[in-house]
């Protein structure tokens, strides 16, 4: 299949476009929209980089929704984050529903410069919008030479049920941990619910199907179908969580289900932006909470010991014997690096409705996009 080309098999329909004509698309979206230049830049640079990780539930699949909850007023361009509280190794921040892209990178960059001067800082940042791959902020520092771990929340948006329970109660709570070793960084980074909710709206748009237990409904039942999250929707519609009856599961059973307990209390509560619920009236947009540790091993003075024991311990964990020959043990963050390698020299592969929805949302804001 060539650039540009549609290949029609059953679900798995899909648009081949190179990263760079979708980062522009993307990016003119925005620009048309009413962000800034650099700002639509970075959005676009991040969603297409969720896409070539691998992670399409965190890529262009929510270009038409961020244009949508920009329009409402649910997220908002040019917005900087404020300084609550500022305690030198920690600091809470308010993001006032700028786009997640732009916020959580200067959080991320506040951090990052912290713990780079002093070993360590904890930032609390509330009020976010969407932040997209948390990976990817745990990749900022790892460049830095930083540990970092982040724990993130979404406020007022209850979609996963408890473990036991058929109700939503939690957000799908993103965890992610980097871990800076040479020549073999490892980011380990997933949501707490047994998919993420953008893996739902992937699935709905034609893409890879959802494991057959992702979802349950209110009678109990286990499900894949996206209906079950949104209810009826047609090809290109926008997706809403809100307009199904059921609920995504937590992963892992009783201990997904604890993760996303800590995640909610820590990036929602600590962080004064709000847990995933209780909530009245109709969901508007997303309201992200995360709260990062940052650590500078080379201010702990045990650097070369961490990054000798560590590498020699990963090497050791690696080399267990596979079930299947033919595919070895990875480790957090290989999959994404091999993804990433082949959609830049392939083309990234787009469920057909996917890039229609994205299309129709550039055609009514007078953008041109690739055949």
Not at 18 to 28: D, I, P
Not at 80 to 87: F, I, L, N, S, Y
Not at 101 to 107: D, G, N, P, R, V
Not at 340 to 360: C, D, H, K, S, Y
Request: charged fraction near 20%.
């Amino acid at each position: 299949m060539t650039i540009g080309e549609t290949s029609a098999a059953g679900n798995d329909q899909v648009h081949l476009i190179t990263a760079a004509e979708l980062e522009s698309t993307v990016r003119a979206i925005f620009a048309a929209a009413g962000c800034a230049e650099d700002e639509a830049g970075l959005i676009a640079r991040e969603l297409v980089g969720a896409n070539l990780a691998g992670h399409d539930s965190h890529g262009v699949v929510r270009v038409p929704l961020y244009v949508d909850w920009m329009r409402e007023g649910w997220v908002r361009a040019g917005q900087r984050a404020e300084v609550v509280t500022d305690g030198g190794a920690f600091v809470v921040l308010d993001g006032h529903k700028g786009f997640g892209q732009t916020i959580a990178a200067q959080a991320v960059a506040l951090g990052v410069e912290r713990a780079g001067a002093n070993g360590s800082c904890i930032v609390a940042l509330r009020n976010s919008g969407h932040i997209g791959r948390v990976g990817a902020y745990a990749e900022t520092a790892l460049a830095a030479g930083l540990i970092s771990i982040h724990f993130v929340n979404v406020a007022k948006s209850p979609l996963v049920a408890p473990f036991g329970a058929v109700e939503r109660r939690f957000s799908t709570a993103p965890f992610a941990i980097g871990i800076p070793l040479p020549e073999r960084p490892v980011v380990l980074d997933f949501a707490t619910s047994l998919v993420a909710e953008g893996k739902v709206q992937v699935a709905s748009y034609g893409g890879r199907p959802l494991p057959p237990d992702a979802l349950i409904g209110p009678e109990g039942v286990q499900s894949a179908d996206p209906r079950v999250l949104y209810g009826d929707y047609g090809p290109t519609d926008l997706r809403h969580p809100g307009g199904g009856v059921g609920a995504i599961r937590a992963f892992g059973e009783h201990k997904g289900s604890g993760l996303a307990l800590m995640c909610e209390l820590l990036a929602g509560a600590f962080t004064a932006g709000g847990c995933a619920g209780p909530i009245d009236g109709p969901r508007k947009g997303i309201a992200n909470g995360m709260l990062s540790i940052y650590l500078s091993p080379a201010h702990f003075g045990t650097q070369a010991e961490f990054e000798r024991i560590a590498r020699e311990y990963l090497d050791w964990v690696l080399s267990a014997r596979p079930i299947d020959p033919a595919a070895p043990v990875l480790a957090p963050g290989d999959p994404e690096t091999v993804t990433r390698e082949v959609r830049l020299a392939e083309g990234v592969p787009l469920p057909v409705n996917t890039w229609a929805a994205i299309r129709r949302t550039a055609e009514a804001l007078g953008v041109t996009t690739p055949t």
